[in-house]
């Protein structure tokens, strides 16, 4: 079984300070972690994955995110936040290995970029 | 053009309607989804199929069918549309692989049953 919960639906920030969107997961395998952006009117878009190896990993437009395997976290962040950014951000988990590995989704968090 | 090729983007039906959703890859991937979001509930998982021949329900298919009509298309429909399958629907598309690589997503169709 696995699980996602994105703590806080709505996150605002300010431009230019610090982004960090929470993400804690279950997971009775090692897990695969990952993290999709979605602007408005647009499909998902994958911005970082964890899968082995090293627990910091960056992706696109400066995020990155750090997998602790004793907290059960894959929290995103980004050191200064653009307007850019505003969108909705879901985390997912997926484990197991050989034909269908289930994707667990989170219920997403909108993030607001306050001018 | 876009990698996963949903269409329409958006629809408006009116219950009791039959309803196809159409979807198609130039990634060259094998695998292909069908998933459907709500506010508040994230993604949940309708229909995925591994192939040509091979298709599997997921979460939520009640209600909704599929066809894999050749290796680049997956088609979504609903037999009889009702209300509550009024949501976002997106086709997305993942390598083949022994573990989970990541999704590329089309662009969504936004689905209202009136």
């Known amino acids: 079984a696995q699980s996602v919960t994105q703590l806080g639906s709505h996150v605002s920030v300010s431009e230019g300070a610090l982004v960090l969107l929470r993400c804690n997961y279950s997971?009775?395998?090692?897990?695969?972690l990952f993290w999709y952006v979605q602007y408005p009117n647009q499909g998902l878009q994958l911005l970082l994955k964890?899968?082995?190896?090293?627990?910091l990993v960056k992706g696109i437009n400066g995020f990155e995110a750090e997998f602790k395997k004793s907290e059960t976290s894959f929290h995103l962040t980004k050191p200064s936040a653009h307007m850019s950014d505003a969108a909705e951000y879901f985390c997912?988990?997926?484990?197991?290995?050989?034909?269908?590995?289930?994707?667990?989704f989170g219920t997403g968090t909108k993030l607001q970029v306050i001018p | 053009d876009a990698d996963v090729t949903q269409t329409p983007r958006n629809r408006i039906t009116k219950t009791g309607k039959r309803i196809m959703l159409e979807c198609s890859q130039t990634?060259?991937?094998?695998?292909m989804y069908w998933y459907r979001q709500d506010p508040g509930l994230g993604l949940r998982l309708i229909y995925y199929?591994?192939?040509?021949?091979?298709?599997n329900k997921g979460e939520i298919s009640d209600g909704y069918s599929v066809s894999r009509q050749a290796q680049a298309k997956f088609s979504l429909s609903l037999e009889s549309a009702i209300p509550n399958q009024t949501a976002l629907y997106f086709c997305?598309?993942?390598?083949?692989?022994?573990?989970?690589?990541?999704?590329?997503f089309g662009s969504g169709t936004r689905l209202t049953v009136v």
């Open positions: 997305a598309t993942s390598e083949t692989g022994e573990y989970y690589d990541g999704y590329t």
């Open positions: 997971s009775s395998v090692p897990p695969y």
């Open positions: 964890y899968t082995t190896g090293a627990t």
């Open positions: 997912a988990v997926s484990g197991g290995s050989g034909g269908y590995q289930k994707v667990t």
């Open positions: 990634k060259g991937h094998d695998r």
């Open positions: 199929s591994f192939d040509v021949k091979d298709i």
